[in-house]
């Protein structure tokens, strides 16, 4: 099983900011990763997919970013509903499975 | 357009089997390289990937609840079921079903589900 960490686990940040996650896997996983955007209430959404593959329809300010073992979600200029908890998820090996969540808050 | 409905008991006891359907529209489980899976999420928790059947019923199941987890397709229906036994108040969570990415080695879910919360309580 390849185990993920994902950090932080909870970010504060302003409209505009530009925020950055983190998600490091226990093995290399190649570009095998996928991101997705989690509003309360609702099913995850894609957002990235193969590490920095923009999802049709995702807004270009959503940039992923690695291989192997580190990748990274970028938000260059965030906006108020860009709110939401944040997901990675590896496919490169079974069982596919997806990090512990990062949370993006106003603050 | 490809959507996917979750339905099922809201409520099941401990011990007892949950049984989950999933009525999907905007594909076919009849076409190569189709696969819909199950992924489900404790309130307050992570994401956690379940179970995957593909259109040659070809099926994968998590390791650590492969003994509970049966999933089986109705192609001419546009149905997936997840059966799931032995029921415990630790896998009270939100049920979703999902649409793989259809291209070789894409393991990743591009359409999903709305969620269906599942409690389990005596």
């Known amino acids: 099983v390849i185990w993920m960490t994902q950090s932080p686990s909870l970010l504060s940040a302003s409209t505009g900011d530009r925020v950055t996650i983190s998600c490091r896997m226990s093995?290399?996983?190649?570009?095998?990763l996928a991101w997705y955007q989690q509003k309360p209430g609702k099913a995850p959404e894609l957002l990235i997919y193969?590490?920095?593959t923009l999802q049709s329809g995702v807004p270009s300010r959503f940039s992923g970013s690695g291989s192997g073992t580190d990748f990274t979600l970028t938000i260059s200029c965030l906006q108020s509903e860009d709110f939401a908890t944040y997901y990675c998820q590896q496919y490169y090996s079974f069982p596919w499975t997806f990090g512990q969540g990062t949370k993006v808050e106003i603050k | 357009q490809i959507t996917l409905k979750e339905s099922g008991p809201t409520l099941v006891k401990p011990t007892q089997t949950l049984t989950l359907t999933c009525t999907f529209s905007g594909f076919s489980l009849s076409t190569s390289g189709v696969g819909v899976g199950w992924i489900r999420q404790p309130p307050g928790k992570a994401l956690e990937w379940l179970a995957l059947?593909?259109?040659?019923?070809?099926?994968r199941y998590s390791p650590s609840l492969k003994s509970r987890l049966t999933i089986t397709k109705d192609t001419s229906k546009n149905q997936v079921v997840l059966t799931m036994t032995n029921m415990d108040p630790v896998d009270t969570a939100t049920y979703y079903c999902?649409?793989?990415?259809?291209?070789?080695?894409?393991?990743?879910?591009?359409?999903w589900g709305q969620g269906t919360l599942v409690t389990v309580s005596s």
């Open positions: 999902a649409h793989p990415d259809p291209r070789p080695g894409s393991f990743f879910f591009d359409y």
């Open positions: 193969a590490a920095s």
């Open positions: 093995q290399g996983i190649s570009s095998y």
């Open positions: 059947i593909y259109w040659n019923d070809d099926k």
